[in-house]
């Protein structure tokens, strides 16, 4: 396969699925700039990278906090040079903005119920998914203006096309990266960077097993919802997500893409579930 030969910049670097696309990366001939809010997380996945034969440096900082980009920006371009390529992989849930019910019954169910939420918890979810995909971009895309092959590529989610239960904050939050994935398209079409996203159906990794599978390795009463409503009837692998990012990520591929939010789900997008 042709080396893709640019310099990309991975926010949410030592999560499961952006360390699948780092090493990945590395692999296709792209010089790393690893942000992420671990500084030991990203050393180790840094050397795991160059003994591979790989490129990356790492920058410890969080997605939320202009200071801290704007610090890793200047230290960037001075490694590695500008920014080709923007993959905004940091996000995730939190409890504070999560039900403990899939449906409010007064009186029955677990608490927290949706009338117990805060706004506290919605902002923390709100900040690291949404503002937390905007800011990268405000801070990185200068540098990809009327650059040829210069692309940025956002995280969503299915919980986007469809909210799942019991996690409001984060369904509302990765629906508006999707919609903030097509306006930043149109923005910054006539200098010429293209805006995609990947929604990741349901991935089994090693961190989330023990979650969606019992001891016995059967699916877990919500996993078994998940895999209902998934016609190949099975998790992702996280490695099923590379060719999605590999196409996106690579004009010669992608050339004329971009406001696309591309569902990597086994289906579930597809299945209304009659």
């Not at 410890?60 to 992989?89: F, S």
């Not at 650059?147 to 969503?156: D, E, F, K, T, W």
């Amino acid at each position: 396969m042709t080396q893709l030969n640019k310099t990309v910049v991975l926010t949410g670097a030592t999560g499961v699925l952006c360390s699948e696309f780092a090493r990945f990366l590395a692999r296709s001939g792209c010089r790393l700039a690893l942000v992420a809010r671990s500084g030991e997380k990203l050393a180790a996945l840094r050397e795991e990278i160059a003994a591979a034969g790989g490129v990356a440096f790492c920058y410890a900082a969080d997605v939320t906090n202009k200071e801290q980009l704007l610090a890793a920006h200047r230290q960037i371009v001075q490694d590695l040079g500008p920014c080709e390529v923007l993959i905004n992989g940091a996000g995730g849930n939190h409890p504070a903005a999560t039900t403990g019910s899939e449906a409010y019954r007064p009186g029955e169910g677990a608490a927290p119920t949706f009338f117990d939420l805060t706004r506290a918890g919605f902002s923390q979810v709100f900040d690291l998914n949404l503002w937390g995909t905007v800011l990268p971009c405000q801070i990185f895309a200068p540098d990809m203006a009327e650059r040829p092959g210069c692309s940025i590529v956002n995280i969503s989610s299915m919980a986007a096309f469809s909210p799942l239960t019991k996690t409001p904050a984060y369904c509302a939050a990765k629906a508006g990266v999707s919609n903030f994935t097509q306006w930043l398209a149109v923005h910054l079409a006539p200098c010429g960077v293209r805006v995609n996203a990947i929604a990741p159906g349901f991935f089994l990794t090693r961190q989330n097993r023990e979650l969606l599978l019992g001891p016995d390795g059967t699916p877990a009463p919500r996993t078994a919802k998940i895999l209902a409503h998934t016609p190949m009837g099975r998790l992702g692998r996280p490695e099923e997500l590379l060719g999605a990012l590999r196409f996106l990520v690579d004009e010669r591929l992608s050339g004329f893409v971009t406001g696309c939010v591309l569902p990597v789900d086994g289906g579930f997008s597809a299945y209304s579930g009659v």
